[in-house]
């Protein structure tokens, strides 16, 4: 798709990005002369202008503009960020403590200000946090969905941190987006996930059953306070959980 023109503003350069319900593409806004980030749903579809715009909060990922293409259908226009994933950042080993704590803060404050907004993610993974210059963003924001198709299931996110209550059929809340978080902090940690399995339905069955391995068994080098933090966000009951990401993150102690 490069060097096709969305909106009669943006060329597209390079597909840079893809999910499960788009792709991005790098892009080149004629108007402002700068490069962007511009996302096109996977099946083309005419999509409305977000119907309710929180206040941006400087964790998320910053929306530019929104239309829809006469070709393409719906589109958006983000900040283009450059740095890694954490996803990406992991596969070359775990954070450091310094680094993992930057990341606890700063992701804490981007969900919980998106509950404060009246949002839930539900789907938390590796991929929607970007470290750019020390600063980690939060890459997919539920307000900003182009809708689900009718065959879309309602079960779905990253097997590696779909909460047992999603699992189970409920739809998720603010808690569970804390449970997403606990996977993400001991992966970042130990870098493997609280359940593992050689496929998404084995890795499900071993999370309604099983409770982790503690992540002081696997992240010694962590703060014991640290790793009894983590394994409280991935209590099996969403009540057993911290009641609210700022709440976590005042929990949170600093050697």
Known sequence: MKDILIGNRYILIEQVGSGGEARVFRAHDTSTQNDVALRLPQQASVSAPPQTMPVFHPGWVQLFDWGSDAQHGAYQVFELLNGQTLGQIVQAGPLGCETWLDLVHQSLDAVGALHEAGFIHGDLNADNFLCTAGRWKLLELPFLQFG???????????????????????????????????????YAAAGQYPHAGASNQEIAINRLRFPPIPLDEIAPRFPAAWNAWVMTLLQREPKNRFPSAFEARHLLKTP
């Open 148 to 186: 689900l198709s009718e065959a879309h299931s309602s079960l779905f996110g990253s097997i590696y941190t779909l909460t047992p209550e999603q699992l189970d059929g409920t739809p998720p809340g603010t808690r569970s987006d804390l449970y997403s978080l606990g996977c993400l902090y001991y």
